[in-house]
């Protein structure tokens, strides 16, 4: 299976006794992500609730769960080792990305894969959906955690003086200049200095399907990124920075670090430098 598949394929392949489908939706405008999946959901969905998936315990929202959490939340799911999962969103913010970097990258899943196009695609073909909630057996997944490509604070700062790393933002280009106010109070406008943009909405098409090959390509080196070169991402909350990590995975890219505190923790500190303007 690869890593993005089309909506043709997931209707050939709903039903398979080893296919689990999960809604991976994520709102930050205040909508009700499991209403909506209890409203609308392709068959066979469960509900991922990511908002919820997080370290509780950490001031900076959707920080990395422990594995343990992460692990009972996926048995719980259905969602066990040998199962094929393809995620899905219907969300503007692409949050089934997220899900796939913490599934297939952080937490050891193999098999993970999301739907081009997400729901809107899959409806705007005329293709079934369901409502009501979804219970699955439980299914046992192995607890298992790799920080190797999680960014930490320290070693954001560490990179400003190395420079191993360049750093990719996935924000809008008004909030990384530092024209728009950021949505959470208490943290600073700007970006990390030296920081490159890549706006997430730039890996798109107009219909909502991922770019490929040489336009998804293009995407990267047409704001600056050097694709030979390893790269750190980052945005607001450490979800969209996820998109910028898929889509290098799309083109083979895989020397990705992913900056999880990213903004909401950088700007909100005293002692981190911000810069402001364009890159």
Not at 99 to 117: C, E, K, N, Q, T
Not at 219 to 244: E, H, I, Q, R, S
Request: glycine share 10%; charged share 25%; aromatic share 8%.
């Amino acid at each position: 299976m690869d890593a993005l598949v089309s909506t043709e394929w997931l209707a050939k392949e709903l039903g398979a006794s080893d296919l689990r489908v999960v809604d991976a939706t994520l709102f930050i405008d205040g909508r009700d992500a499991a209403a909506e999946y209890e409203a609308e959901h392709i068959p066979g969905a469960v509900f991922m609730d990511l908002a919820n998936l997080a370290d509780t315990t950490n001031p900076y929202p959707m920080m990395l769960p422990k594995a343990e959490k992460f692990a009972s939340r996926m048995q719980s799911l259905g969602l066990g080792d040998g199962s094929r999962i393809v995620l899905y969103d219907n969300t503007p913010v692409k949050s089934a990305a997220r899900a796939w970097w913490m599934m297939s990258i952080v937490f050891g899943a193999h098999g993970v894969a999301i739907l081009d196009g997400g729901l809107a695609k899959w409806k705007a073909e005329g293709r079934p959906t369901e409502g009501g909630k979804v219970t699955l057996r439980h299914r046992h997944f192995t607890v298992w955690r790799d920080d190797k490509p999680v960014r930490t604070i320290d070693q954001m700062k560490a990179n400003l003086e190395s420079n191993a790393e360049q750093v990719v933002d996935a924000r809008g280009t008004a909030r990384f200049e530092g024209r728009e106010a950021e949505p959470r109070l208490g943290v600073n406008p700007g970006h990390i200095p030296g920081s490159i943009n890549l706006p997430y909405s730039n890996l798109f098409n107009e219909d909502g399907t991922w770019k490929k090959g040489e336009a998804l390509k293009a995407a990267f080196t047409d704001a600056g990124v050097d694709m030979d070169k390893p790269m750190a991402t980052t945005c607001g909350t450490g979800v969209t920075a996820a998109v910028l990590v898929f889509g290098a995975h799309l083109l083979g890219k895989t020397d990705v670090g992913l900056y999880d505190g990213s903004w909401s923790e950088w700007g909100a500190q005293a002692d981190t430098p911000k810069a402001i303007g364009a890159a």
